[in-house]
């Protein structure tokens, strides 16, 4: 990620990678490049070797101390994902994403997606420890199908 490190990048605040596929931890190494990104748009790739050894009930810690504030200005990650089952895996990346930057506020997914990651979201929301972060996460239901 050294390129992004380049002069007047940093004040980037919209990214589209198109169909490039963007670990969570990719993500977050973008997003500690780009101070003033708002919105990124590319394809989820999973949550990324970084955070493979961690259980998934100590994620939300994490991602709270080893990252939060990550970004104060990113609001809007515009996800492609290959199908329904990938829902999953975009919600519990959008719950981390909404501890550790205090502004996201939006995930656009596939209008055909939509309803399937709202109930990802839901059930990731519900679950230990995630349910003692929703004042950090509570912005995310309300959702955008703008993707096509």
């Excluded at 931890?25 to 990104?37: F, R, V, W, Y």
């Excluded at 501890?99 to 055909?112: E, G, H, K, R, Y």
């Excluded at 939509?114 to 959702?143: G, M, T």
Aim: proline share 5%; net charge negative; charged share 20%.
């Amino acid at each position: 990620m050294s390129v992004v490190q380049s002069k007047g990048l940093e004040n980037l605040q919209s990214l589209s990678v198109g169909l490039f596929e963007l670990t969570l931890c990719e993500t977050i190494n973008l997003l500690a490049s780009l101070p003033n990104l708002a919105t990124l748009k590319c394809k989820e790739s999973g949550l990324g070797h970084q955070f493979d050894a961690i259980p998934r009930c100590e994620l939300a810690d994490y991602v709270l101390f080893t990252y939060y504030p990550l970004s104060k200005t990113f609001r809007r990650w515009e996800c492609e994902a290959d199908s329904s089952s990938a829902m999953d895996c975009v919600a519990l990346c959008a719950v981390l994403l909404a501890i550790a930057c205090p502004q996201f506020s939006c995930t656009s997914v596939s209008v055909l997606n939509n309803k399937e990651y709202a109930r990802c979201v839901a059930n990731v929301v519900a679950e230990e420890p995630f349910i003692n972060y929703r004042d950090l996460i509570q912005p995310l239901p309300s959702l955008d199908a703008s993707i096509d």
